[in-house]
């Protein structure tokens, strides 16, 4: 079956810590994004990449960085420089020009600072 | 930039009523979409009307456009406790490279 996997499901971060989540797709999309979602505040996004070796900062892009070296994988990594980290993060693809299904969203890695 | 504005925050009815959930977004649009989060979940898309259409159904599902009042309603009908979950609405700007900006969702609980 074709998906979107995002993983791990919890993440449990360290002050000062690097953290990479994991985001694969095997439905062929182009595009992909991240968004993080804190309670009440709804979906903001934070990186999205329309191509391979290509990616573009969303409305909250500080203290995250991403790579996008194949077409199915999108990690996001969270920096000690993002100092409220503590959110659910949902990854997502989609096919350019083409809305009949929208986005494709994954389960979500709920990050937690310890 | 939030641009969809969803009303009510919360909505609670019992099983077998419809539930109407209105969104409001402030530019133009290439086509609004509404998405279902479970709670815990990654959301899923419902339905998507496009800027020059005015109504749109699927199963129990009803969508509205006005786009001279920038906004937008979702009516579900004859509920089931199984649609309890949040709602979102997301809005494809004119010349925003395609990048959807969500609301804040309704919440519906559908008592069974």
């Known amino acids: 079956d074709g998906g979107i996997t995002q993983s791990p499901k919890y993440l449990f971060r360290k002050e000062g810590q690097n953290v990479t989540l994991s985001c694969e797709q095997n439905?062929?999309?182009?595009?992909m994004y991240w968004y993080r979602q804190d309670p009440g505040q709804g979906l903001r996004l934070i990186y999205y990449s329309q191509i391979v070796n290509d990616f573009q900062k969303g409305d909250i892009a500080e203290g995250y960085s991403v790579s996008r070296e194949k077409k199915e994988s999108f990690p996001l990594t969270v920096t000690s420089a993002q100092k409220n980290p503590t959110a659910f993060y949902l990854c997502a693809s989609s096919i350019p020009q083409n809305w009949a299904y929208g986005y494709t969203f994954g389960s979500g890695t709920r990050l937690t600072v310890v | 930039s939030q641009q969809g504005e969803e009303d009510p925050q919360a909505l609670s009815i019992q099983e077998g009523e419809n539930a109407t959930m209105n969104c409001s977004y402030k530019?133009?649009?290439?086509?609004l979409q509404w998405y279902r989060q479970n709670s815990g979940r990654g959301l899923v898309h419902l339905i998507l009307i496009r800027s020059n259409e005015r109504e749109k159904h699927s199963g129990r599902l009803r969508v509205t456009l006005d786009t001279s009042k920038k906004s937008s309603s979702l009516l579900i009908t004859a509920s089931r406790a199984a649609d309890t979950a949040s709602y979102f609405c997301?809005?494809?700007?004119?010349?925003?490279?395609?990048?959807?900006?969500f609301g804040k969702g309704t919440k519906l609980t559908v008592n069974p």
């Open positions: 530019t133009s649009i290439n086509n």
């Open positions: 439905l062929n999309h182009d595009a």
């Open positions: 997301a809005t494809d700007p004119k010349g925003g490279s395609e990048k959807l900006v």
